[in-house]
């Protein structure tokens, strides 16, 4: 069984930065998927960033070129750098897994089937 422990979620202001750390458990195997998602209250969950163990990474076009997403496979973390903060990142963060190399939609939250508790981003004007 994976287990996966997000942190790093808080307050800033517009413009600030924050770094998200997914801390994963168990095993994946060695082709898998993991990414960041988010959600918002009355929106659905969105893709925001993905890598794979190929190394091979996807984002949002909202996010691009401000959110950097990358792993760390000798401590089993993820992170998310996120920049250049807007209220509209404003969302409940998680962490997801799949034990699979996506090659089509790698953005879509139905690919993945382990998931975190979620952290909490918002960002202020």
């Known amino acids: 069984q994976v287990q996966l422990v997000e942190s790093g979620g808080g307050s800033v202001q517009a413009g600030g930065s924050l770094r998200l750390s997914c801390v994963g458990s168990?095993?994946?195997?060695?082709?898998?998927?993991m990414g960041w998602f988010r959600q918002a209250p009355g929106k659905e969950r969105e893709g925001v960033a993905t890598?794979?163990?190929?190394?091979?990474?996807s984002y949002a076009d909202s996010v691009k070129g401000r959110f950097t997403i990358s792993q760390e496979k000798a401590k089993n973390t993820l992170y998310l750098q996120m920049n250049s903060l807007k209220p509209d990142d404003t969302a409940m963060y998680y962490c997801?897994?799949?034990?699979?190399?996506?090659?089509?939609?790698?953005?879509?939250?139905?690919?993945?089937?382990?998931w975190g508790q979620g952290t909490q981003v918002t960002v202020s004007s």
């Open positions: 168990g095993y994946l195997g060695s082709r898998y998927s």
């Open positions: 890598t794979d163990s190929y190394g091979r990474t």
């Open positions: 997801a897994a799949g034990p699979w190399v996506i090659s089509g939609r790698p953005l879509h939250p139905h690919e993945y089937n382990y």
